[in-house]
T-cell receptor, first 111, second 112 residues
Framework: KQEVTQIPAALSVPEGENLVLNCSFT??????LQWFRQDPGKGLTSLLL?????REQTSGRLNASLDKSSGRSTLYIAASQPGDSATYLC??????????FGKGTTLSVSS | DTAVSQTPKYLVTQMGNDKSIKCEQN?????MYWYKQDSKKFLKIMFS???????INETVPNRFSPKSPDKAHLNLHINSLELGDSAVYFC???????????FGPGTRLTVT
């Protein structure tokens, strides 16, 4: 049974820092991996989706990588801003199932 | 244009009542989902429908019954509400099963 773990659970950084959020999964037979952002009291916004055949995806200041063999994905945020403060969720998608979510990393960027 | 919408956004009700949450997507997707986010913010799949057919039914009390009248709609009916049902319920859709999922804004259910 797939399990997804995110470390750290919370992270505080000053504005301008580059940072990495970690996600690990136990079953490497994934179809894709999706990163989301959730602001307090809001829904989920899809940030990046990496197909199992891909190594990374980029969108603006965000870069997500995927290493299926080691069961790991990272979300790199460059030049962090206070507006990046939110909870970041990763979710693994296996064929024929729904998303299996990690518990998220709550990021706080101070100005 | 709203891609995945849910109504209501907030729902406060008493124990024992029956309530429904509605979800609609205008993306032309074939697959829709219901997820539950508990008080610890953990998201977990409840149900999934593909072309109006139930394909995923996780271990959920049978007081919860999804209904898909057509591909664009997936409703969630809850009977005999309990305190533990208080949570945020998210609807999502994807073009096909296992493709990128798009989420609705959520429905915050509070059972008193």
């Amino acid at each position: 049974k797939q399990e997804v773990t995110q470390i750290p659970a919370a992270l505080s950084v000053p504005e301008g820092e580059n940072l990495v959020l970690n996600c690990s999964f136990t079953d490497s037979a994934i179809y894709n991996l999706q990163w989301f952002r959730q602001d307090p009291g809001k829904g989920l916004t899809s940030l990046l989706l990496i197909q199992s055949s891909q190594r990374e995806q980029t969108s603006g200041r965000l870069n997500a990588s995927l290493d299926k063999s080691s069961g790991r994905s990272t979300l790199y945020i460059a030049a962090s801003q206070p507006g990046d403060s939110a909870t970041y969720l990763c979710a693994a998608n296996q064929a024929g199932t729904a998303l299996i979510f990690g518990k998220g990393t709550t990021l706080s960027v101070s100005s | 244009d709203t891609a995945v919408s849910q109504t209501p956004k907030y729902l406060v009700t008493q124990m024992g009542n029956d309530k429904s949450i509605k979800c609609e997507q205008n993306l032309g997707h074939d697959t829709m989902y219901w997820y539950k986010q508990d008080s610890k913010k953990f998201l977990k799949i409840m149900f999934s429908y593909n072309n109006k057919e139930l394909i995923i039914n996780e271990t959920v009390p049978n007081r919860f019954s999804p209904k898909s009248p057509d591909k664009a709609h997936l409703n969630l009916h809850i009977n005999s509400l309990e305190l533990g049902d208080s949570a945020v319920y998210f609807c999502a859709s994807s073009q096909y099963q296992s493709y990128e999922q798009y989420f609705g804004p959520g429905t915050r259910l509070t059972v008193t």
